[in-house]
């Protein structure tokens, strides 16, 4: 019994042994007979002996193992974790209820298998099964798990076989945790910075980052372009390679003062300083500050930076619109009647002229009507700046009218003075009023001696230029084409910058009180502009200025050389009719003694409908002269259109000093305009080509012609 069976049978033995040989040999049948039925019987209960003590020990060892079993389903029920405990066939033995929550299962799924509870198991993690069940330890730090719904699980997860008490293999244990969430706060970040290095690397601002000590720790590409530096000549350096002299020393300042005390002057509120590029030069920057810091706890800046150099120069475009907007309300409102005044006294004066015979009283009629020239030419510019006077623009050839303008430069520029020219052989003709060509060559060139009280060298040039848009983008009102360009040269004292910037603007001069108006150069820029070119001005002081002004090509190469050979005296009437229509007495008493001089037969009107009795009621008239701007209801501009209907025969002029009502429907009128106050010359020349030319016509709009 307690050594088992093999002890037992040595037992029985020994015993059956030793009884026989010393307390009862065998002398008979019986004796062997009670020897053998002994030894069963020892062998019998030994054999019982050794059943019952294996059947205790596998009992001992069954109890052990469901033991512990038991523990490992309850560590696994139990843990705070996602784990489940499989064995060799991957039925459930185990879960836990973090895994039944992570993969939102909710029946029993203990004793099921794996795979059925979750078909979607994709092959390459059974195969991770089956290495797990041979003996092998596998995990994953990311892993997506896609759902039968679609939806993706991102897991970390660990695989690893767990053991019975005997040590063979009885199953695998799958640790995981669900890092879904996390993922998409990673993937979110991760798109996040792509954002952000997107919007900084394509933002036309310039964005800097800076510590608290000023060295720059990043740039974008617009910073690059706006400073002209290379990113690895910035990073590591101060932020005052950015900034002017006078702004670097004070900037280190600033920052120690905001870290010290907290108080912002910049930073958060933003304000306009000066960059410096690297080459130089100095530009004006929008500078906005912000302060942040990194995860541990170091402070830094980013400031975003905007060129306002271009903003700058809209801002003075507009301020100069403005002023010369101003100046086109004072014009207008003068102009109508100024010029009226002067067509009386210049006039008067002509006829004065043409009936005296004393040299001296012809003298003075002639200084008196240079007089009414100069307040004319005044009021042309004024009417120029403020885009109110209607420009007469025709095909010219620039060289010519250089050629003839030098002759009267000689005598106002005086001899300390030299005049040189260098003009285009091959020049294009260009198409401007001629007479603002005169007015504007001749205002430069008196700007020019005023600025050689010494004596120097006024150098005239013309050339051809073609500009593309890159070209046209350093000027203001220039646009991409083709320009003949007329530029004046001196060699005087210059203008400084803040001088330079202000030539242009109405009514600013740096000349004595009395010794200049203020509207040369400003009358030139609008001239220019009306005529579709531009002005560029350039200076330094000590060395001389330049004033360019650029006008388009002319398309017709032939008009403009005829134009420039076509210069008849002023021609003479015939005795043909000429209605007069003037509301003013003065200006039509002296515009009906004009015309008699001239050689027409004239009668007279006050406003647009009596002139239209007097036409109805007088088939001899000829041509109607008439003002535009009349009382009576009808402009000038009716009183055509009705003739142009009516009485068809009849050629029609208009005169005006300040149109304030036709608007743009002057474009429409096929008849010659005078403005007012106009030469005789100009008057007998207009005159003359209306009636030799066709009747009066209007180009009216028609729903087929839109």
């Given amino acids: 019994m307690v050594g088992g069976f093999y002890g037992g049978f040595l037992a029985t033995i020994c015993a059956a042994v030793l009884a026989h040989l010393l307390l009862a040999p065998l002398e008979d049948a019986a004796d062997w007979l009670g020897l ?14 050794e059943v019952l003590r294996l059947a205790g020990s596998r009992l001992a060892e069954s109890e052990a193992i469901k033991q512990h ?11 705070p974790a996602a784990i489940a405990m499989m064995d060799n066939e991957m039925r459930y033995i185990a879960a836990s209820a973090r895994w039944k929550s992570d993969y939102r299962v909710e029946e029993d799924i203990i004793g099921r298998s794996h795979y059925d509870v979750f078909p979607e198991t994709p092959e390459r993690w059974k195969s991770f099964h089956a290495r797990a069940l041979a003996g092998e330890v596998l995990q994953a730090q990311e892993d997506a798990f896609e759902r039968r719904d679609g939806s993706v699980q991102w897991l970390r997860w660990e695989v690893r076989p767990w053991s019975r008490a005997s040590g063979d293999i009885g199953g695998i244990i799958i640790f995981s945790e669900d890092i879904t969430e996390r993922k998409r706060a990673q993937l979110a970040l991760s798109e996040s910075q792509v954002r952000y290095r997107a919007i ?16 720059i720790r990043s740039v974008n590409p617009a910073t690059q372009s706006m400073f002209g530096y290379a990113q690895e000549e910035l990073v590591g350096q101060n932020v005052k390679i950015l900034m002017p ?55 830094f800046f980013t400031g975003t930076m905007r060129d306002m150099a271009d903003r700058k120069r809209v801002e003075e475009a507009l301020a100069t619109a403005r002023r010369l907007d101003a100046v086109g309300q004072l014009a207008g409102g003068m102009a109508h009647d100024f ?45 120029s700046l403020a885009r109110r006077r209607k ?5 010219i050839i620039l060289n010519a009218r250089i050629t003839e303008t030098m002759k009267l430069l000689e005598r106002t520029l005086g001899e300390n003075i030299e005049i040189a020219t260098e003009l285009a052989a091959d020049l294009w003709s260009a198409l401007a009023d001629p007479g603002e060509i005169d007015s504007a060559l001749l205002n430069i060139a008196v700007n020019a001696r005023d600025a050689m009280p010494g004596g120097g060298t006024l150098r005239v ?17 220039a646009r991409a084409g083709e320009y003949v360009r007329l530029s004046v040269i001196d060699t005087g004292t210059g203008m400084p910058q803040d001088i330079l910037r202000r030539a242009i603007e109405p009514f600013f001069t740096t000349k004595e009180p009395g010794k200049g108006t203020g509207l040369g150069l400003s009358s030139i820029h609008s001239f220019a502009k009306q005529s579709g070119g531009f002005i560029a001005l350039a200076s330094e002081q000590g060395k001389g200025t330049t004033v360019s002004l650029f006008l388009p090509r002319a398309v017709s190469e032939a008009i403009a050389r005829r134009a420039a050979t076509n210069r008849d005296q002023a021609p003479r009437g015939d005795g043909e009719v000429v209605l007069v229509v003037e509301d003013d007495d003065q200006v039509r008493e002296v515009t009906l003694k004009r015309l008699e001089a001239l050689g027409y037969v004239v009668t007279e009107a006050r406003t647009a409908p009596e002139a239209i009795e007097r036409l109805e009621a007088d088939a001899s008239i000829d041509l109607v002269l008439s003002d535009v701007v009349m009382p009576g209801g009808m402009t000038g501009y009716d009183l055509a259109e009705w003739v142009s209907s009516a009485k068809p025969r009849v050629k029609v002029v208009l005169a005006s000093g300040y ?3 036709g608007g743009g429907r002057e474009s429409n009128l096929k008849i010659p305009m005078l403005g007012k106050p106009y030469t005789r010359e100009q008057l007998a020349r207009t005159m003359r080509e209306a009636l030799d030319g066709p009747p009066a016509q209007m180009g009216h709009t028609s729903p087929v012609n839109t």
């Fill in 339 to 383: 010029n009226n005044l002067l067509a009386v006294i210049g006039g008067n004066l002509e006829l004065i002229e043409q009936r005296v015979n004393d040299d001296d009283v012809r003298q003075l009629v002639r200084r008196a009507l240079e007089a009414t020239e100069a307040g004319a030419s005044f009021n042309r510019k004024l009417l």
């Fill in 69 to 79: 079993e038991l523990k490992l389903r309850l560590f696994v029920e139990q843990a």
């Fill in 659 to 661: 149109d304030r009502s």
């Fill in 245 to 299: 002299p006078e702004e670097a020393e004070a900037h280190d300042s600033h920052i120690e003062s905001f870290v010290r005390t907290g108080i912002r002057k910049i930073i958060g509120i933003g304000r306009e300083v000066a960059g410096c590029r690297k080459d130089g030069s100095i530009f004006p920057v929008d500078l906005a500050v912000a302060e942040w810091r990194d995860t541990q706890g170091h402070r």
């Fill in 200 to 215: 900084v690397d394509t933002a036309l601002d310039s964005i800097v980052v800076i510590d608290e000590n000023g060295v």
């Fill in 36 to 49: 053998a039925t002994f030894l069963v019987s020892g062998f019998l209960i030994s054999g019982m002996a």
């Fill in 391 to 395: 420009l007469e623009p025709q095909y």
């Fill in 461 to 477: 040039e013309t050339a051809n230029v073609s500009f593309d848009d890159k070209r046209a983008s350093k000027f203001p009102d």
